[in-house]
């Protein structure tokens, strides 16, 4: 299957100007080139690009394919089929919205991967962390403390975005078992969490060495860890034994971010959440002492971007939606450029978290790269709602140089 796209102008996943009237051809699912002229090879589809912004497909770095229910609690319970017509549904609206490829970090799990690598469900090309690791109390533990018996929650089969493991030996188990069963990289909770009952946000989690045996066993397999942090100290203690993404950083403060830009770690903001949440806290049934500490860390947010975005830590495009909540995955890009430079959030959602993925093949146009495209209604750039809503204003979406997406 050969592409031509005549006369588009381009957002390449890197630079902060469009280029205007340019020519990409498409074929075998690779970029092949990339033109200021007309290309003159033959193609099976030529789509008339003018007016329009051809740009990479957009990635997201923190998202929860399993969560069909906001509430984590009830999702454990859930019966694993019902959950995976959940995934599959969730998936499809991501690619309408323009997201081809999007990472887990908690509940994808390799099953999901193959079926969407084999066209049995229609989505984004998946990076999963499977079970997210979280300690005892942690933010993986929905039990409350009226609730004493572990039931399955050491294991993993439930529909939970994750397991329970305390000490070296657990630790190192449960990461090689995640690995086994097909991850990426190893995802674990080291801060408290707001949908969790008994972990305040101020409470660490995980001890170095836990974390550091998680990390050891993520290096030695060629990957690396992600870590649920919010504040500074969970942020310090998360990156300094060892982990490479911090998801959320709501609570960072100049030192920490300074501490990320020396090791070399990303961010990974998920604004977007805590604005729903709060939006919607009656309908989720959110109860007094989860609406304070989701205020404290969606009022945080905007100040956080600010904080990693002078300390030039590179920051990546997350959500971390759950249930019908998805619906505002694109959200994100307004409430980011209230404080951020459209072409650095647009950059966050391709080369970035291309970079995060460690997908050197993804998050821009290039001659040799995968063929991951969206074509979008007017300039992302110079106004970026036109990626809002369900994409709308994304008629056409590529992956793997193959249309999935096609606006009659
Ligand atoms: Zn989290
Ligand atoms: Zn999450």
Known sequence: MRLKFQNCDLFDGVTDELARGVHVLVADGKIVEVSETAISAA????????????????????????????????????????????????????????????????????????AQKEGLIRGPRLSVSGKALGQTGGHTDFRGSSRTDLGDLQRRHTAGLGRIVDGVPACLAAARDEL?????????????????????????????????????????????????????????????????????????????????????????????????????????????????????????????????????????????????MHQDQSVEFGLRTQVLPAADVLRSATSVNAEILRRDDLGRVAPGMTADLILVDGDPLADISVLSGQGERIPLVVQEGKVVKARA
């Open 43 to 114: 193609a099976d589809m030529e789509i008339d690009a003018t007016g329009k912004t051809l740009m990479p497909g957009l990635i997201d770095a923190h998202v929860h394919i399993t969560a069909a229910t906001p509430n984590l609690a009830a999702l454990e319970a859930m019966p694993v089929s019902y959950v995976s017509h959940w995934t599959a549904r969730l998936l499809g609206e991501m690619l309408d919205r323009g997201f081809t490829t999007v990472r887990d970090v908690g509940g994808g799990d390799a099953g999901h991967k193959r």
């Open 180 to 324: 086994r069963l097909g991850a990426d990289f190893v995802k674990i909770m080291a801060n408290g969490g707001v949908a969790t009952p008994t972990d305040p946000i101020d409470w660490i989690q995980f001890t170095p060495e836990e974390i550091q045996a998680i990390v050891a066993v993520a290096e030695t397999s060629c990957t690396y860890v992600a870590a649920h942090t919010y504040t500074a100290r969970a942020i310090e203690h998360a990156a300094v034994n060892g982990v490479r993404t911090l998801e959320h950083c709501n609570l960072i403060d100049d030192r920490v971010a300074g501490i990320l830009k020396d090791l070399g770690r990303y961010a990974v903001p998920t604004l977007v959440i805590y604005d729903c949440l709060d939006r919607h806290a009656d309908a989720i049934g959110l109860g007094p002492d989860n609406r304070v500490k989701n205020r404290k860390v969606r009022d945080a947010g905007l100040a956080s971007l600010e904080i990693l975005q002078r300390a030039g830590v590179p920051m990546g495009y997350g959500t971390d939606l759950l249930g019908w």
